[in-house]
């Protein structure tokens, strides 16, 4: 069984700043990919940034400059430092990670969700 465990979210107001993590829990072989997306009201999900194994990013266009994403290869977990926020950034977001688990199974995992309001 694998689980994604985010924690890190919360209230915030315009310009602050919030770090979101993610771990990965359970019978890991590996982990490749590692990533944000987040889903405001009334809206589709969208990829806020990804992380390869190998440390390669990329980046939405409305978060570049402002969120950073990096990865603890040996702690399982990827964290999302969010700078310079704004109330456009409102949205639940959701940890996503493409693993193999220890049976060879080919996985597409997601966290529950964490939300991150911003507003004064």
């Known amino acids: 069984q694998v689980q994604l465990v985010e924690s890190g979210g919360g209230l915030v107001q315009p310009g602050g700043s919030l770090r979101l993590s993610c771990a990965v829990i359970g019978s890991i072989f590996s982990i490749y990919d590692m990533g944000w997306y987040r889903q405001a009201p009334g809206k589709q999900r969208e990829l806020v940034a990804r992380?390869?194994?190998?440390?390669?990013?990329n980046y939405a266009d409305s978060v570049k400059g402002r969120f950073t994403i990096s990865r603890d290869n040996a702690k399982n977990t990827v964290y999302l430092q969010m700078n310079n926020l704004k109330p456009e950034d409102t949205a639940v977001y959701y940890c996503?990670?493409?693993?193999?688990?220890?049976?060879?199974?080919?996985?597409?995992?997601w966290g529950q969700g964490t939300q991150v309001t911003v507003s004064s």
């Open positions: 992380i390869t194994s190998g440390g390669s990013t």
């Open positions: 996503n990670a493409k693993i193999i688990s220890n049976s060879g199974t080919l996985r597409n995992d």
